[in-house]
């Protein structure tokens, strides 16, 4: 079978930076995926990583360690917009998508 | 390039009825995933197909069906309705299943 953890929910503040963790328990990995939502809207593709180390993309990065099945989503410079919840996600066997319950951040200002 | 629709944005059923949701595809993508979501039990997997094939499946009971057609486009089936398939579902389109998703606003059901 297949688990995947995160936060229940977090609070930072503008401006700041936020890290979201997510860790894993999977076979046959293939890749694992941060997804953006807003409430009352559909998920929005952030990043994808497949291979160790950290993948950069404007204000957001992603990591990940497939040794330690582990992987983390770090925002910077905060902004209100940024207000969402964060879902993890795992390609895993059959290529299948299992998602984490999602990470509820909110920016305070 | 358009998005990946979904028809239609909002359904009202009783228990009992039977339910078709439709999903079209961004231009190009072959793979087509669905997912529930419930506040309570996040995003839930139920199938993907492609090229006409459902590849992967959840663990949904078998009312929950679904088909896809040769331009991609897909439609899910739900039987029987009952109050706890309440939810919004979501439809995904990929080039493949271990690529980048892309989602659809949703369908969002309530089963009276």
């Known amino acids: 079978g297949q688990n995947i953890d995160q936060p229940t929910e977090m609070t930072a503040t503008e401006g700041a930076i936020v890290q979201i963790n997510c860790t894993y328990q999977t076979s046959g990995f293939n890749g694992l995926f941060w997804y953006q939502q807003h409430a009352g809207e559909a998920p929005t593709f952030l990043s994808y990583n497949v291979l160790d180390g950290l993948e950069e993309k404007g204000r957001f990065s992603s990591f990940l360690s497939r040794s330690k099945g582990y992987s983390y989503l770090l925002l910077k410079e905060l902004q209100m917009k940024d207000s969402a919840s964060y879902l993890c996600a795992v390609s895993s066997g059959r290529r299948a998508l299992t998602f984490g319950s999602g990470t509820r951040l909110q920016v305070q200002p | 390039k358009a998005g990946v629709t979904q028809t239609p944005r909002y359904l009202i059923k009783t228990r009992g009825q039977q339910v078709t949701l439709s999903c079209s595809p961004i231009?190009?993508?072959?793979?087509v995933s669905w997912y529930q979501q419930t506040p309570g039990q996040g995003l839930q997997f139920l199938f993907e197909y492609f090229s006409e094939t459902q590849r992967n499946k959840g663990n949904f009971p078998g009312r929950f069906s679904g088909r896809q057609f040769s331009n991609s486009r897909s439609e899910m089936n739900v039987s029987t309705l009952e109050l706890g398939d309440s939810a919004l579902y979501l439809c995904?389109?990929?080039?493949?299943?271990?690529?980048?998703?892309?989602f659809g606003p949703g369908t969002r059901l309530t089963v009276l």
């Open positions: 995904a389109s990929s080039l493949d299943s271990d690529r980048a998703q892309y």
């Open positions: 231009s190009g993508h072959r793979s």
